[in-house]
């Protein structure tokens, strides 16, 4: 067994941080049963020169750098949803999705919408990226403006990926909001969501912001607040006589430092729900020859927790880590718009 098979085997949805179609072969074979996209994700493949024969064509068509980005974005994800399309009938519907995600320059700064706008905008694009897809998720994040739209998201069937989550604030509005949106269907059969938490952003800025944590804690936030919302989530939907599991995604799970090994995040969360890995990731997982056995229950030694819920103010963790992750958010649609016009000129 391979050690990410290793890692599916003990309980983990592994799911590709990529929708390139050469990688989502290659892990689909490693174990993989997922994946997702984001605008980087997007323009590194065009960068590639790999798809300069379709860009071609939907410039010939008349579309405009927006249409061509979100034409392309599409005909990935399509091509990803069709090899995972045996994964979703063979769980019914449990696994087998990839993610969308709707435009991040909602969330622009300079273009100051309000909360309204945003919401009703994230509740218009769904309907239009989402008709006709069964294993398509539509990726929605966590600001005020996204947590507005996800009643009304999911009462209209959708099934939503909630990103940009940090903190338990975040995970508990968007669960919340979610599950009053399920409780508007017919009948929450098909109902099905997932809650991304990002990871390693928070270990970058507890080394920046909380110099002081001893060693021992220091690294260790991202996995003490992912786990614990992981146990909220269980906690939360266990009495709801659910068919289909509400999950977590374990995001952003590639290590930032390098004295840190590739599988750090990895193994801390084996054993349940669902890891978005980028490719580095994974081929490095797989190189380490490790056998993953289930982890994400165990939490740290007490003293190492008490020292972060005493030392990490998760308000300011969570406002610092927004502000940076929404001009992440904006600024990669940005790039891709500007890679695009740079394609059609030639």
């Known amino acids: 067994m391979s050690p990410l098979q290793s890692l599916a ?26 994946a997702t996209s984001n605008p980087i994700i997007v323009s590194d ?26 034409k392309l974005t599409d005909s990935l994800v399509r091509h990803a949803q069709a090899a995972f399309e045996p994964v979703f009938t063979e769980t019914k519907g449990d696994n087998g999705y990839v993610s969308f995600e709707l435009d991040p320059l ?3 700064p300079a273009r100051a919408l309000s909360v309204a706008d945003r919401a009703s905008a994230y509740v218009t694009l769904a309907k239009k990226w989402n008709a006709g897809h069964k294993n398509r998720m539509i990726k ?108 977590m995604i374990f995001a952003s799970t590639g290590t930032k430092k390098p004295s840190d090994p590739a599988w750090k995040y990895v193994d801390a969360f084996a054993g349940s729900d669902i890891e978005t890995n980028p490719p580095k990731t994974n081929a490095d997982v797989e190189a380490s020859g490790r056998t993953f ?33 929404l001009q992440k958010f904006a600024d ?4 891709l718009l500007a890679l695009i016009t740079k394609k059609r000129a030639g």
């Not at 085997?9 to 993989?32: F, M, Q």
Request: aromatic content about 8%; some cysteine; charged content about 30%.
């Open 9 to 34: 085997a003990c309980g983990t949805k592994v799911w590709l941080d990529s929708v390139d179609p050469d990688e989502v072969k290659r892990n689909i074979a490693l174990g993989a049963s997922g």
């Open 45 to 70: 493949l065009i960068k590639t020169g790999r798809f300069d024969a379709e860009m071609k064509t939907l410039f010939a068509q008349g579309l405009n750098d927006e249409d061509v980005a979100w």
């Open 106 to 108: 909602l969330e622009d």
């Open 293 to 325: 056995t289930k982890k994400v229950d165990k939490m740290p030694p007490a003293e190492v927790v008490a020292e972060i819920e005493k030392k990490v103010d998760m308000q300011k963790l969570e406002e610092t880590l927004m502000r940076e992750g």
């Open 332 to 335: 990669p649609q940005k790039a």
């Open 140 to 247: 929605v994040p966590a600001t005020d403006g996204g947590l507005a739209a996800l009643e009304e998201l999911v009462a209209n069937g959708t099934t939503v990926n909630v990103t940009l989550i940090f903190s338990e604030r975040q995970y508990n509005a968007a669960r919340d909001a979610c599950w009053r949106g399920a409780q508007r269907r017919p009948d929450t059969n098909d109902f099905k969501s997932v809650y991304s938490i990002f990871v390693s952003r928070l270990d970058v800025y507890t080394e920046q912001h909380v110099p002081d944590l001893s060693p021992a804690a220091q690294g260790m936030v991202g996995i003490v607040n992912a786990k614990k919302i992981w146990q909220l989530n269980q906690q939360f939907w266990a009495d709801k006589g659910l068919r289909l599991k509400q999950e």
